[in-house]
């Protein structure tokens, strides 16, 4: 067969690989995420936005915990990290559902802190992010995928948003609850994020915070 058939036979193969090939996400000093490591979510505009994310109760119950935003700009909350990607590479991708968790090693609802999308208790359908156990294959685990992507109006900006199994995606952004507290929910505008390389020092400073 002729070779020039060969040549442009893995030449197509190499194109239509590099097209559906997945990208990395960069921290803010422009190095990519690995999985295992653990980053501060931050606003991408630092100032009267507030903080990073930490773990609190909701109303009158103890736990579940759920995803709260610090109201203060100095606060940098508790690191998360990222899991259970399809692709098989190394670094965390953009626009791939993942799994995440608050690198805490301990809580008083002694529990995971898996992300998951709780079921709403207010009339206006508030979808708001609860800490739990960790994703196992089923039905509940549609409710822990999220997929991170750029926003493209923000420099090195990206957003998170909640990919259910019928294949579509929702913003995740930033919603009071009753006593005004600002906590991570499905559907709302989204928040513009960067994510900030933790130390260990910093990592176990924040596990022994919460418990």
């Known amino acids: 067969m002729n070779p020039v058939f060969y040549f442009l036979l893995a030449l197509t193969a190499v194109l239509a690989a590099t097209a559906n090939a997945v990208g990395p996400i960069f921290d ?7 999985g295992g490591s653990s980053y501060y979510v931050l606003p991408a505009i630092w100032g009267p936005t507030g903080g990073g994310l930490t773990l609190s109760s909701l109303g009158d119950k103890q736990c579940p915990l759920y995803i709260q935003k610090e109201d203060s700009e100095v606060e940098r909350g508790i690191p998360v990290k990222f899991s259970n990607w399809k692709p098989r590479v190394g670094f965390v991708p953009e626009s791939e559902n993942l799994n995440i968790e608050m690198d805490v090693a301990a809580t008083i609802c002694v529990q995971s802190t ?4 709780a079921p ?4 206006i359908m508030t979808f708001f992010i609860a800490a739990g156990p960790k994703p196992e294959h089923g039905e509940d685990s549609s409710r822990t995928f999220f997929q991170i992507k750029k926003t493209g109006g923000f420099h090195n900006g990206y957003k998170i948003t909640f990919c259910s199994g019928d294949g579509g995606c929702d913003d995740v952004g930033i919603a009071r609850d009753a006593n005004g507290v600002g906590r991570l929910a499905v559907g ?5 994020f960067v994510f900030r ?3 260990e020092a910093e990592t176990s400073h924040k596990t022994m915070s919460i418990i």
Not at 28 to 34: E, Y
Not at 114 to 117: A, E, H, I, N, T
Request: negative net charge; aromatic residues 22%.
């Open 28 to 34: 803010t000093d422009g190095d990519v995420i690995f």
């Open 114 to 117: 898996y992300w998951w999308v």
């Open 120 to 123: 709403s208790h207010l009339p």
């Open 188 to 192: 709302s505008e989204p928040f513009p």
């Open 197 to 199: 390389k933790a130390s």
